[in-house]
């Protein structure tokens, strides 16, 4: 093999902005309370685990799946409530949905717009599909700065705009008014991101009765399927038959669809799990609210943004991790998130144990 010239054909042929951008890091966490992926901590009971188990053993995997996905997208519409004339369209996660949409807009000089500090996948995406991207900074208190974004939208004409409600990482909802105005001066399409929805009563499906531009996406991830990755994009048929277009034919496999169908069947499991999580979060709210050198903003999500004192977010960072806890480290993420870590809400022990290694650890 020559070095030099595997570099200079990838530097010829790979294109510019893939060489520009970084692979998605996920640390380790072998050995340690992972709270740092927004991940539902529970695992299933074992009447549960036999009953999936038997499940799986009559499902064959010499045949492809069902490209379309139908009996688990007639589960999903109902119980998310979703109405009738719209479709869905499932993804490998929520990360490939954005992917498509993005390729669905790609043409030169197109523009996807979003609000920072955000979901780094919005990024990532649009720039590898070639797109132009924007991004409105939010205020340094994690508000919506609608003056501005409106501006903005004005501004570039972007294709797409991704807004997640509560948004990543900073847990927050904008106000239903100002999601409205942003949708208003789009011109083109707007994707209100609900990755979070087990954790908020803000619903924005009934806007899709409202307005033409508007998509509504979801996940399983952080419900409790994560590992199975499953997104959801809800909207008017027209807009879904185009992107099913460029939809891989196979995208969710028949151990996914089988999986998922089982895990919706006993979907009071996961709707039990997230109504814990979320008084859990409630509780650690009110404990970190209460410790000196830490600041918390209020969370509709299942993980709380919070600050450290100037210069200190590393290294509790790296306390915690030497204590046995992994939380997200965003000092150095975005300018607004300086001094910032987030933590995803875990078990009542998990939750127990990240407050007291963050108290030994200030
Ligand atoms: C706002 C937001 N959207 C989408 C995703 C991706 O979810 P998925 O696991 O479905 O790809 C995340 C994951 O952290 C997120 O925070």
Redesign the pocket.
Known sequence: MNDKNLDSLIERWISPQVRGLSTYHVPDASGLVKLDA?ENPYIWDDALVREWLAQLGSTHVNRYPDPEAKALKQQLKKIMAVPDHLELLLGN???ELILLLALAVATPGRTVLTVEPG?T?YRQIALMAQLQYEAVSLTPDFELDIKATVSRIRSTQPALIFI?QPN?PTGNLFGEQNIRQIIEAAPGIVVI?E?YTAFTDSDHLPLLAEYDNLLVMR?L?KTGL?GL?L?ILIGDQRWISELNKIRLPYNVGVLNQVSAEFALRHYSVFEAQTANIRDQRDGVMAELSGIKGIRVWPSDANFILMRTRQGCARQVFERLRERGVLIKLLDGAHLLLQDCLRVTIGTPAENRQFIDALKASL
Do not use: L, P, Q, Y
């Open positions: 927004m996660g929520s990360d979901f996948m997640a990543n991101d990755a996940t991830s994560a990755r997104g």
